[in-house]
Each structure stands twice: as C-alpha cells, then as structure tokens.
C-alpha cells in the first residue's frame, strides 16, 4: 500500500494504511473530503454574530461588500471573531482549573481526593495571606480554594497570581489597561463588547484579547497547574515510553484522554485495584495496561510515569489497532468520530463529563463525590470487554521511545541544584540556568508548545523546529502534543543531548537532563510563563528583555489562540505554523505582528516553514542577548 505522508511518525503511517485497508476513515480522509476551506472564514471575513447576516466581506478592496448589513468593517469583523477565540480558549481552561479548585475543596483525609504536597499547599496560602498557623491542613486547603474559586467571580479587583509577574511586565499591563479582573468576567466582556452593535474599534478589541488572555495563563491555567500539584504532586522526573507501540497484545488496554487530572488520577487508582486485576487475569489477560493520550497523557505521565500512547492526531489510530479494550475522555480535544469509529472495533468509548456527552458514545458519569468507586466501574466496564476483541483485527506497531518526563520548576530547579556549589551559593534556584544563558554557553530557551494539525505533516512541524533549536544550543521546554511530538521521536532522552550544540549538550550532561524538557500539559504552560518571570526577576530584566521565545508549530484549537496571546502579552515573541483566521485584516495583522511589540514588547511571526521559524528565532535571539550586552 502506498506511503500516505501525513505524518514523519512511522507508527502513525502504518496505523493510517491499516485504518485504509479496513476502510475506516480518519481525520486525513475528512481533510481530503473537505476540499478547498472556505476563503471568507479562513481570512476571518465571516461574520455570523446576528441574524441580519452571515455577512462576508469581501478580500478584495472596492470591490463587493466592504460592510456587514450592520456596517462592520472587515477590521472590525476580524478582530471579533479572534477575540471570541480568545475568550473560547480562556473559557476551557479556566473552566477547568475551577473544577480542580471544587476538586480541592471537597480532599478530606478520608475521601479519594487528598493533598499530596503540603508545602506547595502552605506556599500558596503564605501567598494569599491565609491563615497557616495551629490549623489543620485540609482546613487550610479548602480556604486556598474557596480563594480560588473567588477569582473567577470577584467583584473587584485584579487577579491575584499575576502579581508573580515582574514588576516592569506589571508596569506594561498598567500602562496598557490590560489586567485583568476576574475570569469570568474577562470571558462576559468579550461576549458582551463582541455582541452586535457593540465595540466596533479592532485595536480596543485586541487589547481585550489580551487582557482575557492573561486571566487564562496567569489565572484560570495557572490555578488549574496550582492546585493539581497540591492535590496529586508536583511532578518530578521520571522514565516513560511513547506512541502507540507502548499497547500490549496480551493485557487489557486502557486509555485515559482529555485534560483534567481529578479523572485520571482515580483511574491510575483504579488499575492497581487487586479486585479489578483478578477479574482482568479472570477474563484471559495478563495484566491491566493503561496509557494516555493528549494532556491527560501528560497529566498523569508527569506524576506517575504513564505511557504516552501518542498525541491529538493520533486518537482514531489507538482504537485502530484494535487492542484497546475502552478509551475513556472527560474534556476537550477529543474527536466526536470517536463514537462512530469505535463501532467498528470492539473498543469502548466511555465519555464521563456533563460536559463532553458525545452521541454514540457509552456515558458513564464520572461523580467526583465518590470518584474512585466511579473510576473502578469505568474500569471494569473496559475489563469486560477484553473478550470481545477480534484477535484478527489486531496489530500493535512496534515502535516506541523511552522518554524522561516530569520537568516541574521545582524539579527543573533540583536538577540544577547539581551544579551549584552550596558553600557558595544558594540551592532551589534557576541561577544556574540564567549563568549558563549569561555566559552563552545556552543561546537561549525556547517554549514549544500546541496541538497537531493536518495542515501540517503530523509532527514535522515540532520535530524539525526542536532540532534545529537545540542544535544551536537553545534549550527547550514544552507541553501539550508538542511534548509527545519530542518524546515519540526520542527527543526527551537523555541520549538525544547528542543532538545538541555543544554548549546544551554539556549542560545535559552536567544537569542530568534531556535537552527538550517536558513541562506537561496545555494549562501547564502556566509553569513556563513562571519559569520565564523568574529568570527575568534574577536577572533584574522585563521578560521580553530574555532570549526566549515561543512556538506553537501546528496549533489548531482556540486553547491554544489564548495561549499565544498570552504568551505574547507576557512580553515573549511567538511563532505560529499555521496562519490564524485574521488575514482578512491589514489592521489587526499588522497589531498582531507589528505594533504588539510597542504595545507588550513582544510580537506573532507566522511561518509555516519549521526550518525557516528556527532561523528566525535564532536570529531574534541573538538580537535579545546583543541588546543585553551579552
Ligand atoms: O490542551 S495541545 S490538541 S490536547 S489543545 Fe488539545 Fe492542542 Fe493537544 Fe491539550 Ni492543548
Ligand atoms: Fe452582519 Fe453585523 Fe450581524 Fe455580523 S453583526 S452578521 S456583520 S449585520
């Protein structure tokens, strides 16, 4: 059968020849099928926002419509429409970070959710000025969560963990009026400013963008990263393996995808349970195996080791093998081609979440009251169904890549604590890792981050980019797909310092570390906006003063639309591999590309070319450290 080129991922080639001769479909079929996109909503220039229209303006100036019916320009239907991304992206994270906060209001040390890192716990209430002392630990934790969940709806005042930002990033949000309030709120005034008849000014609109951006990185992200650690640990590093290669022909396979951990975590509880592994050896298979996909993979990967099955593009190929006995989601990401394909195998697709139920899929309600008894049944429901599977249909690849993962700040720091003369100088700091981008002996960081596309050939986008990166010694961080991009291609070993410039590959050696460091998941990305502002802070310089760039090479999802433009917003230049829907706009690309550099002193480059953005990057790079005499 012909080479089908969608993906530098041999695991993936192969399940996509398979799914071809079986005659099921993926979403590169779906892809072909969909023909030419839509040139109005690809520029942005499609509004639907009220019954008068859809309006579409046309591309080309003076000729056809040039308004809505309502008079909206194109600027101004550009700018709404990714402001409404925006605050789609804003929403799902944050709206997941408020499920951790309920999560972590309701641990008690008797129930199934308990708290696993006391001194994060005790760190974050010194911080928001709770009360520590004579109380009880979990008293203390549901206080920092009912503070937490009054972050999302406070009547006044500004979030409270932007205040890690350094102060000259502060300065820059002050002066441009963008910091933001609760999130929830910062969510209902883009709805409201974008609604008809509203905000008609595409800069105004920008700017609340940004500012809904910052309450997603520095608010609902980063409380969802906070509190999950508290709750199941900080992660720490550990070995893994990666891609679909990692199922096992002889034991029931499980995979766990989706994003909130307060799932995940009961199932990894769940498949250790003696009663459920009788019943798996009763029902003729070995053992329980359970691996991820997407950033629940890289939740529970990050804490417990999990194998990585393989990232977002990859979610059909897992049922197509036609080894795995359940794939059970919660939230976001997850292909509703899921139900039907599962049909067509013996796999279980279980949703779990009132607010991801799927047509075609078996709902079994995940009740956090009494999570772990929910997760054993989910469990058993997939045990059960090892009988079913047609031995004929089955074929597991090969191929996987052993991987280190579990790179927290904290841990980042403990690994750099290795170098650190402690007569000298101070422990459980980055000061190395600032020393060593001083000295030159790394350029620079890089945080690569986002989704798969099939835009782009599925990985390409992360792989090349990474490696011309750490080549040129750049160390990178990453989460999300990104991350198990690298770890499938055997990026996050500590082998791979081999493919490093010299400088990052001594620094792999002397640290301990691979040179592309898995941060975790997408609301994760909130731990590398920390480990950004604390390098700027000892360096005594505004974050987008640092050598350090981001990239979301094959990013796809409006998550990740909020997460470049609070990456960007945080003063860090970001390159995008796949054009955003706002080239209908000479105004807003131009704000987007251009002009956010005076505004946030950081900027968008869009380029598709991995190789190119590399040499791009490199380049500003370069710029930054010459502009801090380095
Ligand atoms: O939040 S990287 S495809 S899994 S959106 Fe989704 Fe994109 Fe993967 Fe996680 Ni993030
Ligand atoms: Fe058309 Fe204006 Fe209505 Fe949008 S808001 S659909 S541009 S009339």
Redesign the pocket.
């Known amino acids: 059968m012909e080479e089908k080129n969608y993906s530098i991922d041999p695991v993936t080639e192969e399940l996509a020849r398979k799914a071809e001769k079986e005659g099921v479909e993926t979403l590169w079929d779906r892809k072909k099928a969909m023909k030419t996109p839509c040139g109005f909503g690809e520029q942005g220039l499609c509004c639907r926002i009220c019954a008068m229209g859809p309006c579409r303006i046309s591309p080309t100036e003076g000729k056809g419509a040039q308004r809505g019916i309502c008079g909206a320009t194109a600027d101004v239907i550009v700018a709404r429409n990714l402001a409404r991304m925006i605050a789609g992206g804003l929403a799902t994270h944050s709206d997941h970070g408020r499920d951790i906060a309920h999560v972590l209001h309701m641990a008690s040390r008797d129930g199934n959710y308990k708290i696993t890192d006391e001194k994060k716990l005790l760190n974050l209430a010194a911080e928001w000025k709770i009360q520590t002392e004579n109380r009880d630990i979990y008293d203390i934790a549901h206080e920092v969560a009912e503070v937490a969940l009054n972050e999302f709806g406070k009547p006044f005042g500004a979030l409270k963990l932007l205040e890690r930002a350094p102060e000259q990033r502060k300065q820059v949000w002050e002066k441009n009026q963008i910091i933001p309030g609760a999130i929830d709120k910062e969510i209902v005034t883009i709805m409201h400013s974008t609604h008809i008849g509203c905000c008609a000014n595409a800069e105004d609109l920008i700017y609340k963008g940004m500012k809904g951006s910052l309450a997603d990185g520095w608010g609902g992200s980063m409380i969802g990263t906070e509190l999950s650690d508290i709750l199941f640990g900080v992660p720490v590093p550990r070995e893994t393996e990666a891609n679909l290669g990692v199922l096992e022909e002889d034991q029931v396979n499980i995979i766990v995808h989706g994003?909130e951990p307060s799932l995940s975590e009961m199932i990894v509880l769940a498949v250790e349970d003696p009663e459920l592994l009788q019943l798996a050896k009763e029902v003729g298979a070995k053992g329980i195996n359970l691996a991820g996909m997407?950033?629940t993979s890289n939740e529970v990967t990050m804490r417990h080791g999990i194998k990585i099955a393989g990232?977002?593009a990859q979610q059909e190929l897992a049922i197509i093998t036609g080894a795995v006995e359940a794939v059970i989601v919660d939230v976001?990401?997850i292909f509703p081609a899921l139900a039907p394909l599962a049909k067509c195998y013996h796999t279980k697709f279980i949703t779990t979440s009132p607010k991801a139920k799927i047509t075609g899929a078996t709902h079994i309600e995940f009740e956090e009251e009494k999570a772990l008894a929910s997760a054993k049944q989910i469990v058993k429901e997939a045990i059960l169904n090892f009988k079913n599977r047609n031995k004929e249909k089955v074929f597991i690849p090969q191929a996987k890549s052993p991987a280190m993962v579990g790179y927290s700040v904290e841990a980042i720091k403990n690994q750099l604590d290795r170098v650190v003369n402690s007569n000298i100088d101070e422990i459980g700091t980055l000061k190395p890792l600032a020393d060593c981008i001083v000295s030159g002996v790394l350029r620079g960081a890089a945080g690569i981050?986002?989704?798969?596309n099939p835009k782009i050939k599925h990985d390409y986008g992360h792989i090349e980019l990474m490696k011309e990166l750490i080549k040129n010694d750049i160390i990178i961080v990453t989460t999300?797909?990104?991350a198990q991009a690298a770890a499938k291609a055997g990026l996050m070993s500590k082998e791979a310092r081999k493919f490093a410039g010299k400088g990052l590959e001594r620094v792999c050696e002397l640290v301990d570390i691979p040179p592309v460091l898995h941060m975790g998941?997408?609301v994760d990305i909130s731990r590398i906006l920390l480990l950004v502002s604390e390098l700027a802070q000892l360096l005594q310089v505004d974050m987008s003063a640092l050598p350090v760039v981001g990239a979301a090479p094959e990013?796809?999802?409006e998550?990740?639309v909020s997460i470049g433009t609070y990456v960007v917003t945080s003063g860090i230049d970001t390159w995008l591999g796949v054009v955003p829907p706002v080239t209908g706009s000479a105004t807003v690309v131009d704000l987007l590309t251009n002009k956010a550099e005076d505004i946030v002193g950081a900027k968008f480059y869009v380029e598709p070319d991995p190789r190119k953005a590399a040499q791009q990057m490199i380049e500003r790079i370069e710029e930054k450290r010459e502009a801090l005499g380095l």
């Open positions: 994003h997407c950033c990232n977002f976001q990401c981050v986002g989704c798969n999300g797909c990104a998941s997408c990013w796809m999802s998550k990740a």
